[in-house]
């Protein structure tokens, strides 16, 4: 039976290989290592959640906010336990426990070629910012781990 709960550094060994085997996921060194996933969690306790199956971990959400705006990261669902509606409950809990803390309104990014997620985020709700334009720079070196 799956069920969804609050997600723990303990989690990090089944969620790292989750996410390391998932095509397409945009990893890098240092914020997707233990240590980062820690602090994260730490402050971020309550809003990150694993689905298991029998004790595996077989989807995952991160979320979390700056106490103005919420963001999803690194959501994923093994591919054989797709179209169950298990990523819908996993981002629910999310926005759920997002919603608990007074946060209003939630942003995620997602590659574009990544067309199965971004169906997904569409079909649940999630609109596209054709008015924005992200940007990044690193504070320092991140090797990027391509899945």
Not at 94 to 99: F, I, K, Q, T
Not at 103 to 114: C, P, Q, R, S
Not at 125 to 144: A, P, Q, T
């Amino acid at each position: 039976m799956i069920q969804i709960r609050v997600m723990t550094i303990k989690d990090y060994d089944g969620i790292y290989n989750l996410w390391i085997n998932m095509p397409g996921m945009g990893l890098n060194s240092k914020d997707d290592s233990k240590d980062g996933i820690a602090k994260y969690l730490k402050r971020n306790p309550t809003s990150s959640f694993v689905a298991e199956d029998d004790g595996k971990i077989i989807g995952v959400i991160m979320s979390g906010h700056d106490g103005r705006r919420g963001y999803i990261h690194h959501t994923a669902v093994l591919p054989n336990y797709r179209n169950q509606g298990i990523a819908k409950k996993l981002v629910d809990n999310a926005m759920n426990a997002l919603d608990k803390e007074g946060i209003n309104k939630v942003g995620l990014v997602a590659f574009e070629t990544n067309k199965i997620g971004n169906s997904f985020w569409e079909n649940i709700g999630f609109s596209v910012r054709d008015d924005l334009v992200y940007r990044n720079k690193n504070i320092h070196e991140l090797k990027k781990i391509d899945t």
